[in-house]
């Protein structure tokens, strides 16, 4: 049997409630009895959940371990480090006021916020201790470090809340993936901001920092600065050069993106496998569980298979209403850690075996991703090819003829055709003029076939306050055929009987095994699996189906998730559009320039070619959790060119020349800004690597978030200084 949970119910408690009534009920079996579950969708639940809390907390130890690399003393490592957990907790009482739990989702989020919320930290941290460095005062350090750095820090983080206030209008059941996400990041990255302003400081003021800052990274750095001394050189005696290697990146980054897969959701690894197969319509029940039985031996066959539990047709009382020449098979994998094939390894062995029982079509997913599918789109699949039309024989052609098409593409297989399944049927015509002969009318015809088979209504009787139909019914066959329906009589009004095939024409024809509307327009639809870019798939079908010869009144159309995916595709550039524009305008008004803020905005293509190289790389595809990596990106690239444009306008006004300024800053600045993108870096490292169910919800976005902090270290003290030349009259 099945339990479904009430909506709003908790998953893992109705679980729980169900094992403790089991195993009261256990001792009610006969002996011998055992009751195993087949599918059990806590199991996903709880695993995810421990592996974001080990993600969080080996994520978190590895940023402080950054920190007391490149800060040097304990106590300033200390102090940042102390953020992560006031402002973690901070953001939790934050949750409650909004009204949001700590499920999946909003956990994701904390484990992934966490490199970032040390950020405005360390940027803080940074300014105060060199200020103390110089000065030896700890309360003016204080002071004057943050408020110093007050302004762009804050620039900096309302950058990135406003990369994700956008989100608010995206819809769909992406909206309620990302819109959660979103919202605990931002309060986590304002609840930060306030940390660091007020905690860091308050406490650099009052025990301040002990011994020598000499870091245990310090020598990497010294390498590295002057690495970026020398580079910078270069790029100012060759801004050209420079520019032109930028637009080359970005041209990279281009084609990795187009050549990669894309999907919807990030597939995951659930534990169990669900497999539904169709027969021809008219296949008796005897034969399509002889088939169910084969199947599941065949499943049973494979080391990785525990459980296999199938449904042939559906039960009179469900809500779920097939013919017994359907059914499902749900398959329970062993523990990830005992298998010896992954799920896809484990889909082809089955699709090997299943494809040689000829007659039966095959739809291969996992039990949460089928539901997810249907819900997105509507299809059991993720890519579908519909051809509409008037005319179902014509419509039958052209499905082959576009089925021929997409046999010939490699990148395409699991080629479902319902069209080719077909349901018999006899067609009885009646002959006027015979009719007419023996004094018979079509009714008559019809009343006698409904009779012999059916029966025909004779009476209605009183039984126990209920009506009850009296049929009468003739004697047939329950394996007639249709030579017994020729030899049919039927009586005539002359007292005289004959044979229904002397007043009709019988024949059998053969008609696709359901007729299906698609917004009133009369379809079949082709489902198969694209292994790779679905987009250049699909650029490579629509030429192909060019040779299609189309009759007036039909056209082909991609479905499935596709059109989901163009949907979310579009919603999240504009989002991201939103969020660049809302970026420019906290920026004009931090620099009170409209031409300066421009320059910083180079920092996110140059990082979303990182991402999109990094994602090609790990051969990670396109979808909504890189969507939300990219919305975050957007926001944080810029975060370490804004504290640099500021800075560096400041040395200006203090009368240093353009270069001089650019090349002080920017090697002042290499430490926070190593500092931030390496704890953004290892603090996501966990959920990136590892293969548990919950990180690889999210590991698309962390992925994308270290490629993406990566390159923009080039972006922001590389192109951006280079670029910033170009707004300076000093410079010849």
Known sequence: ?????????????????????????????????????????????????HSLFHDLIIGALLAVGVLFLFMGTVRASLIVAATIPITLLSTLMLMEFFDETLNVITLSALTLAVGMVVDDAIVVAENVARHLQSTGDRRVASLTGAAEIAGPDASGTFTTVAAFAPLLFLGGIAGLFVQPFGLVVSVALLASLIVSLTFVPMMFGRIGITGQRRAV????LTSIDAGLRKTLKFSFAHRGLTVVAGVMMLGLGGLAAWLGPIGVLPPIDEGALLIEYVMPPGTSLKESNRIGDILERTALAQPDIETVQRRTGSPENGFQIEGVNKGELVMKLVPRGSRQYTVEQIFDHLRASYSKIPGVAFLYHQPTQEKMDESLSGLPAMFGVTIFGPDMNELVSLAGQVEKVMAQDPAISNIVNNSKIKSPQIVVRPNPGELARFGLSPADVFETIQASRFGALATTILHQRQQVQVLVKSNAPSDSTIDWLRELTISTPSGQTVPLERVADIQTSHLPGALTRLNGEREITILAEVDGSISAAVSRLQQRFSSISLPDGYSITFTGQYQVLQHTIMDFVLIGLAAVILIYLIMAMQFHSFLQPLIILVTIPVALVGAIVLLAVTQVGLNVSVGMGVLTLIGIAVNNAIVLLDYTNQKISAGHTISSALQEVASIRLRPILMTVLTTTFALLPVAVNPDIGSRIFQPFAITVIGGVLSSIVATLVLVPVLRTFLSRQWK
């Open 1 to 49: 049997f099945v339990v479904f949970k009430q909506p709003n119910a908790s998953t893992i408690d109705v679980v729980r409630g169900v094992d403790r009534e089991l195993k009261e009920l256990r001792s009610l079996l006969p002996q011998g009895s055992q009751v195993r579950k087949f599918y059990d969708q806590s199991e996903i639940i709880i695993e995810a959940r």
């Open 217 to 220: 990274g310090s020598r990497l």
